[in-house]
């Protein structure tokens, strides 16, 4: 039984917002709400999400898992793991991987962003929207300027467009049996999943409270960074930023 319910909107604003609407009318699990035509989306750390129409894909994922709240970061990761999966699975040699939290790169590129928004109650998971946007047939010359350098889509790499439907389709299909699997055990193997896919393990890390060397993912889904002392910080939210040395402003 097919127990994902999709919405295709011709055009939307945010299809995370349009996904709450459903889920304050009871929703159930899993409902889709996808669009090709997004024109206000948002990312993460309140920046928006630019996608231009008809090009990429916008898809939110209403889920009620009963797990603790704790461990609803992982849904996230278990979307980048689905979608490099999906992209590797086009066969065009994309050069894949994850970045903390949940991007994914293509040549060091980001050509996938996610973002998690939760409704928790006291100690109860209400529900999550996991929100994917996809850079499927964006051309390089698309991208606003701040991102030319840091984002790239399926047909910038490779100059193939793909139909967005069937990519859709298959991602859906491909979250879909990895959350059911992750379910069978709270969750749990999904930080592993994700690890096997990072590609920054082992590089040093810089963030506006600390600087460190990307060490392993906790369990829930957490960055833990050794610092220079040898401490171990552990990281839940923001962005992990990859440099080469420390800047310690000597000069050379
Ligand atoms: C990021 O900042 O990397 C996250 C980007 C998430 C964008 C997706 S597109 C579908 C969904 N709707 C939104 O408004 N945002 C997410």
């Known amino acids: 039984m097919n127990r994902v319910r999709t ?3 011709d055009e939307v604003e945010s299809t995370q917002d349009a996904a ?7 929703a159930p699990e899993i409902t889709a709400i996808l669009s090709f035509n997004q024109t206000s989306g948002r990312g993460r750390q309140g920046r928006t999400w630019a996608s231009p129409a008809g090009k990429n894909i916008a898809l939110s994922l209403l889920l009620r898992p009963a797990v603790h709240p704790e461990r609803g970061a992982l849904l996230g990761m278990l979307a980048s793991v689905a979608v490099m999966e999906t992209l590797a699975d086009l066969g065009l040699g994309l050069n894949l991987g994850l970045k903390w939290p949940n991007d994914v790169l293509c040549s060091n590129r980001k050509i996938a ?3 998690s928004e939760a409704s928790i109650h006291g100690n109860r998971l209400d529900f999550v929207i996991v929100g994917v946007g996809v850079n499927v047939n964006t051309r390089a010359g698309e991208f606003p300027a701040s991102l030319k350098t840091r984002a790239t889509s399926v047909y910038a790499e ?4 793909r139909d967005l439907s ?7 299909e491909r979250f879909t049996g990895l959350y059911d699997q992750a379910l069978e055990n709270d969750l749990a193997g999904v930080a592993r999943l994700w690890e096997q896919r990072w590609v920054h393990k082992g590089r040093l ?3 506006p ?8 993912i906790d369990a829930s889904g957490a960055l833990i960074l050794r610092d220079e002392r040898g ?6 939210s923001g962005e992990a930023e990859i440099v080469e040395k420390i800047d310690t402003g000597a000069g050379a």
């Open 205 to 207: 890390v810089r963030r």
């Open 20 to 26: 709450r609407t459903h889920a304050a009318m009871g």
């Open 113 to 115: 962003g996610i973002l």
């Open 166 to 172: 069937t990519v859709a389709e298959l991602l859906i």
């Open 7 to 9: 919405l295709v909107l």
């Open 158 to 161: 490779t100059g193939r467009m």
């Open 209 to 216: 409270d600390a600087v460190g060397t990307a060490e392993h």
């Open 231 to 236: 401490k171990l910080l552990r990281i839940t």
